[in-house]
Structures are given as C-alpha cells and as structure tokens.
C-alpha cells in the first residue's frame, strides 16, 4: 500500500482529497498545524471524519518546524507528497506578511528537502492563479510569463514554482504544480466570498462586492478538484523532451516538472454567482458596492488543455449545482433555520 502524506490535511482541500486518496486504497499521512486563520471547530470537525480510518495517521505541525517534518519523512515511508499546507489569502498577506514567508516558503523548502532525502516518487504542490497577477490576457494560460504579482501570496506561490524547478532539475524530483482557480464547495472556508456571501444572506447582512460587482472568477467545485489531483497521484511530471532554453516553455522543462492550470474553464460572472446563491437561499443579498481591493484581480479565467489531455479529465458541476450542495451542507453544519 503506498503511502502519500498530504499536507494541509484538515483544511477545505486537503480534508476532501484525503477521503477520496483512502477511498481508492492508499495509506494517507495528514499534516495540518490546525492554526486559527479561521475557526478551527470547522477544522477539527473534518479531522474527525478521518481519524477513525484505519489507514489515515495525522500529525500536528508546522511546516516551517524543520525538525519536526524530517522525523514524520523518518518514521514513514513516504511515497508520494501533496503540499497543500499554506498560508492563504490575497488581503490577509496584506496584513500578516510574515506568515506567508515561514509557512509558503520556509515551510515549502523543508519539504522539498525532506522529499529529496527520503527518495520521494513524486511531489504535487498547489500554486494559484493570483500567479498571474497583472496579466490581462484571457485566458490564462501556463504558457504565460508570470512575472507580475499582485500580492505577496502571489509572490509566495511563484517562488514555491521556481524552487520547485530548481529541486527538478537538480536532484531529478518530479513536482507537479496546481494554479487552482477559485475552489468552493463543502465544508469550505469561512473567508471565501460563498461562506461568506451564504452566512450573510441567511442572516440578512450586507454583503461586500468588489470592484462594483464587475468580477469574473473561474469558479471551481471541490470534488472536481479532487478527482483531477487523484488522476494525478500517479502521473509523475516528465521531462519535455522538445522544450528549448532558446524559447523556453514555463510550464514544463528538461527537467521532471510540470504546472498545471487546475480550474473549471468557464468564468462566471461574480453577480451571477451571487444570484445562484440567492435563488437557492430564497432570499436577496443586501449589496454593499466597493472598489477593487489591493492585490485583487477583477476577472480570472483557466486555460486547462494540457490538463485534460494528460488526465482525459473536464469538470463536471455546473454553478447552480455547486453553489446548491454548499449551501445544503451550511444549512446541515450549522443548524440554520431559513
């Protein structure tokens, strides 16, 4: 049975990927340092659905604590890693900077290490699209320069590429990165805009909408998600053996690596969204119109060809379906009486 530790195990992602990863028959080793970001109840509450599998064995840590992760490398015999532990949030990394730099760099280094050590098969990271920053070409492609961050997560996520390249070609690593778009669904987090948007709804306070409502996101559902990044498991990056130093591809190299587009490939329109969510409530937001937040993007927009080719992968939860699963399962978590 092989073993995959995944990191951010009980966070929003981390939590659905581990039951599908059990499901299909691998032994999982869950690392989430259960930081108090957001509430952590909702943390614990997922941690409880795995902790009774039989083949589920967790570990309370940060990833920045060296010591720490070398001894869980140590004491298992990790076959495959998914670093989804990080420090996330565009405005919150305007507040908190510091912690962006130990969890998504120092941390991310650790586990590079540890991976190059202890003769890991394969390395899976997320990225993000706030990669592409202040790229305006639609849409965003992993051909694309990415050169122009918006924000210091932004900044963090690029630089976990590049040290991931570098791990690539110099200890022949394969890493996999994922630029996920706008993930939503179950048990998300509470400082997204549907937790968010859904909780003040039901209880009928206002809602913030940036940039006057004039957003697109590629909104993407979780279980979607998921299913991509378990084809993946086994899909370890390959060099690119047409890639060129002359016309150099970003998104694959020489060496053992690849970048992904991870996203739904149908932007929606954030009015829209916020309609989806009214309609299946039964019950108007109260709109409070802002400008564009700093480090925010007004539209994003996922070109995800190469992934569907190499994975025979396309999403397949429409909006309206989406948004209708999380807001009968906030209604279930939190007891809400509509």
């Known amino acids: 049975m092989k073993k995959i530790l995944i990191t951010g195990g009980a966070g929003f992602i981390g939590f659905n990927l581990t039951k599908k990863i059990l499901a299909l028959g691998y032994a999982v080793i869950g690392v989430d340092n259960m930081n108090d970001y957001y509430e952590v109840s909702l943390k614990e509450a997922r941690l409880l659905q795995l902790t009774s599998h039989g083949s589920y064995n967790f570990y309370q840590t940060d990833l920045e604590d060296r010591g720490k992760i070398e001894s869980i490398f140590n004491e298992n015999r990790i076959d495959v890693v998914i670093n989804l532990a990080a420090q996330a949030g565009v405005r919150y990394s305007l507040e908190n900077p510091h912690a962006y730099i130990a969890s998504n760099v120092v941390g ?15 390395l899976i990271y997320a990225s993000s699209s706030s990669v592409y920053g202040a790229n305006t070409s639609l849409p965003f492609s992993t051909n694309d320069n990415i050169d122009h961050p918006l924000s210091l997560y932004a900044a963090t996520k690029k630089a976990n590429e590049l040290m991931a390249h570098t791990y ?66 086994e899909k370890k990056a390959q060099p690119n053996p047409e890639w060129s130093g002359n016309n150099p591809d970003p998104s694959s190299s020489y060496a053992p690596y690849k970048v992904y587009n991870i996203g739904n490939n149908s932007p929606v329109n954030l009015m829209d969204f916020i309609e989806a969510i009214e309609e299946k409530i039964g019950k108007k937001a109260i709109r409070n119109y802002m400008p564009l937040q700093a480090g925010d993007v007004p539209a994003t927009y996922a070109n995800v060809e190469d992934l569907y080719r190499d994975i025979d992968f396309q999403p397949q939860t429409s909006i309206k379906d989406g948004v209708g699963k999380f807001v009968d399962w906030y209604i279930d978590y939190y007891k809400v009486k509509l």
């Open 108 to 122: 991310f280094m650790n586990i590079l290490e540890s991976c190059r050590h202890n003769d890991v098969e394969h």
């Open 168 to 233: 690539s070609s110099l200890y022949n690593l394969p890493t996999t990165g994922l630029r996920f778009f706008t993930v939503y669904g179950p048990w998300g987090r509470p400082d997204m805009a549907l937790f968010k948007f859904t909780k003040s709804i039901i209880e009928g306070k206002p809602i913030d909408v940036y940039n006057n409502g004039d957003m697109m996101r590629d909104f993407t559902y979780v279980d979607d998600i998921v299913e991509a990044i378990s084809r993946l498991v």
